[in-house]
C-alpha cells in the first residue's frame, strides 16, 4: 500500500473532515498502486504492450513517452515536428533502442496513421495543432489537423482493434460559459476555430464508442505547463514565455489588466490522469470526458509575481524587472477553474502538484536548460 496515497487522504481527511470520502480516495488508490504493481511483477505482460503517443515530440507527448518508457512499455511515437522538437525525443531514443520507435508522419496522413497504430495495445493522441491566436490566424490549417487527423486517428486505431484511446480535449470547449468552477456537461460557445476543433474531438469520439463500441476518454488539459514546454516561437504559451522574458531582464506584458485566471495544471498531473484513463476498469469511467486540471485558480498578476519570486533566487535582478500590460487578446475567456471532482470519484484522481509546488519545478527546469 502507497504511504503517499494514504498521506493524500489523511490531509484531505484533516481539509474536509470527511472520513468516507477520504476512505475511498485511499482505497481506489491503493487500487491503482496495486494496479501498477501487478503490471511491473507481470513484466512479460508489460513488456508486450504497446503505447502510440502522437505527438510525442511536443511539450506533453515527450513527458507521457519519457514516463512509459520509464515503467518498461514500448511506445511508438509518431510526429511530424511541425511544433514538436527531436531534442525532446533524443535522451529516450538512446536510453531506449528497444523499447522506442519513432515514426516520423502526418496525422493528415491515413497510412501514416495506420502504420503508426500497427500492433498497438492504446492510443494517447495528443498531436494538434495548439493556441488560439494560431486558430484565429489560420483556421483552416488548425481544422485539418486537429479535426481530420484526429478522425484519421480514430479510423486507423479502430481498425487496429486498439483497447483504448485516450485524447487530449481541452478547457477551451467551455467556451463563453460563465459558470464557474466548471463542470464537465455544462458547456458554453466557443470562442475560437481551435475551441471548436477541440469540441468536434469530443463529438467525434463520442460517436465513435456509440457507433463502433470504441474505448475512448478525453481529457480536458486546462493550461498545463512543465519541464519542455517551448518557451520560443510566436504561440509560447504564458509560462515558458514569461519565464524567459524574465531571464533575459525583459518585461512581460501581460494581455489586459492581469486579472484574468487560469487553473494552470503541472505536467505530473496530467501524466497521472492520463495513466489512470488507460489503466481504469471501472466501466462507468469509460467513453467520459475529464477535466484534468489542479481545481485552484491563479490570475496572471499572481503568476508574474510567484514567477519573479521563483527566479530571484536564482538571480536577484529579476525581482526588479517590471511588468507591461497590453490590450485584452481576442478569444481568451476571462477566468478558468475545473471542478475536478469527476475524475477524482471516476478514477480516483489525486493531483499531486499544486500550482505553486509546480511552478518551482518548472522554474527549476528552465533555468537549468535554457
Ligand atoms: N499545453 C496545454 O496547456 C494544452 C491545453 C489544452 C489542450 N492541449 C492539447 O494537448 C495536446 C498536446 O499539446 P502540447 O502543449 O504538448 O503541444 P505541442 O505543440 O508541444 O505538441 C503537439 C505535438 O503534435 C505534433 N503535431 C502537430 N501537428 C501534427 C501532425 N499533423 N501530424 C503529426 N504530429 C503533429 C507537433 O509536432 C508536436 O510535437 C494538443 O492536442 C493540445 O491541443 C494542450
Known amino acids: 500500500m502507497s504511504s503517499k496515497y494514504i498521506s493524500t487522504g489523511w490531509n484531505l481527511f484533516k481539509q474536509t473532515h470527511k472520513w468516507s470520502f477520504a476512505q475511498k480516495i485511499i482505497k481506489d488508490n491503493c487500487e491503482i498502486c496495486s494496479s501498477f504493481r501487478n503490471r511491473s511483477i507481470n513484466k512479460i505482460n508489460k513488456i508486450s504492450m504497446k503505447i502510440l503517443v502522437t505527438g510525442g515530440a511536443g511539450f506533453i507527448g515527450s513527458n507521457l513517452c519519457e514516463h512509459l518508457l520509464a515503467h518498461e512499455y514500448h511506445v511508438v511515437c ?9 531534442e525532446n525525443l533524443l535522451p529516450l531514443l538512446n536510453q531506449y533502442p528497444q523499447a522506442f520507435r519513432l515514426q516520423v508522419g502526418d496525422i493528415r496522413n491515413l497510412t501514416d496513421c495506420k502504420k ?3 500492433g498497438v495495445d492504446y492510443v494517447f493522441h495528443e498531436a494538434a495543432l495548439g493556441s488560439v491566436p494560431r486558430s484565429i490566424k489560420d483556421p483552416v490549417l488548425t481544422n485539418e489537423v486537429n479535426i481530420s487527423g484526429f478522425l484519421n486517428m480514430l ?3 479502430r481498425d487496429a ?3 483504448r484511446f485516450m485524447y487530449a480535449a481541452s478547457s477551451s470547449t467551455y467556451g463563453d460559459s460563465k459558470s464557474l468552477p ?3 456537461d ?5 470562442l475560437s476555430p481551435y475551441a471548436v476543433t477541440k469540441y468536434v474531438n469530443e463529438l467525434y469520439a463520442d460517436v465513435f464508442s456509440r457507433t463502433y463500441g470504441m474505448e475512448t476518454i478525453g481529457l480536458r488539459y486546462f493550461n498545463v505547463f ?7 516561437g510566436a504561440y509560447a504559451a504564458v509560462i515558458p514565455l514569461f519565464v524567459k522574458k524574465l531571464m533575459a531582464h525583459e518585461s512581460p506584458i501581460i494581455n489586459g489588466d492581469g486579472e484574468y485566471s487560469r487553473d494552470f495544471t503541472y505536467i505530473d498531473n496530467v501524466i497521472q490522469m492520463n495513466m489512470l484513463a488507460m489503466v481504469t476498469t471501472n466501466p462507468d469511467a469509460v467513453n467520459q470526458v475529464y477535466n484534468t486540471a489542479y481545481g485552484e485558480r491563479t490570475t496572471l498578476n499572481q503568476l508574474t509575481g510567484y514567477l519573479k519570486e521563483l527566479l530571484s533566487e536564482f538571480d536577484p535582478a529579476i525581482a526588479n524587472v517590471e511588468i ?15 471542478s475536478i471532482d469527476k475524475a477524482r470519484t471516476l478514477l480516483g484522481y489525486v493531483p499531486e502538484y499544486n500550482m505553486y509546488e509546480g511552478l518551482k519545478e518548472a522554474v527549476r527546469w528552465y533555468w537549468n536548460h535554457i
Not at 78 to 86: A, R, V, Y
Not at 226 to 232: A, I, K, S, T, V
Open 78 to 86: 509518431l510526429d511530424n515536428f511541425s511544433t514538436g522538437k527531436i
Open 116 to 118: 503508426a497504430v500497427e
Open 155 to 157: 479510423i486507423a486505431a
Open 161 to 163: 482493434g486498439v483497447k
Open 182 to 184: 466548471k463542470v464537465e
Open 186 to 190: 455544462v458547456i458554453g460557445k466557443p
Open 226 to 232: 512543465g519541464r519542455r514546454q517551448d518557451p520560443f
Open 324 to 338: 507591461q500590460h497590453g490590450p485584452n487578446r481576442l478569444g481568451d475567456i476571462p477566468h478558468s477553474l475545473a
